[in-house]
């Protein structure tokens, strides 16, 4: 199941970008391997909003595009497909029959920023960072090169495949 939630009063989401979100979370979750019951919340947000949450959350100061929060640890460098299956988790990880992966905040004034900035649409942006945001709760990173280049290749791939191209 995903949620979403548009905590962002003043910015109309057309429904074709919710249904863009929707279906690039579904699509990464299922080329990661996950075919079992999923939970995944997304909260649309503008970047003050998502500023508070990175100050409260991280020590970080400024707005962020995207910020992914896991409800599965992950060893350095190994993804879920690597560590897990549905039967590894505890009653605490689920939420009726779904487990729960985590949770995704985005800021649709940073998506209208970057889209403009690198020159394609406000949807391929969205997808970019959703994508990018699901493999966070995925155990994917980018704190070191290797992992980074891994994580990298991984989003274009799922976006090729998704038929979002850059533009």
Do not use: W
Not at 63 to 79: N, Q, R
Not at 100 to 123: M, R, T
Not at 155 to 166: A, F, G, K, Q, S
């Amino acid at each position: 199941m995903i949620y979403i939630e548009n905590n962002y009063e003043n910015f109309e989401i057309q429904e074709e970008i919710l249904h863009t979100i929707e279906r690039a979370i579904e699509f990464a979750l299922k080329e990661e391997e996950i075919d079992f019951d999923y939970e995944v919340s997304v909260t649309l947000v503008n970047n003050e909003e998502i500023r508070n949450i990175n100050k409260d959350n991280r020590g970080i100061d400024k707005a962020t595009d995207v910020l992914s929060f896991p409800c599965i640890e992950y060893e350095e460098g190994k993804v879920f497909k690597e560590l897990y299956d549905i039967n590894s988790f505890d009653d605490s990880y689920f939420d009726g029959d779904a487990l729960v992966l985590g949770d995704i905040v985005l800021s649709l004034d940073k998506c209208k920023e970057q889209s403009e900035e690198y020159g394609h649409s406000f949807k391929r942006e969205s997808a970019y960072l959703v994508i990018h945001s699901v493999l966070h709760l995925l155990g994917y990173d980018h704190m070191n090169e290797d992992d980074k280049r891994k994580m990298r290749k991984r989003e274009e791939e799922l976006l090729e495949e998704l038929n979002i191209p850059r533009e």
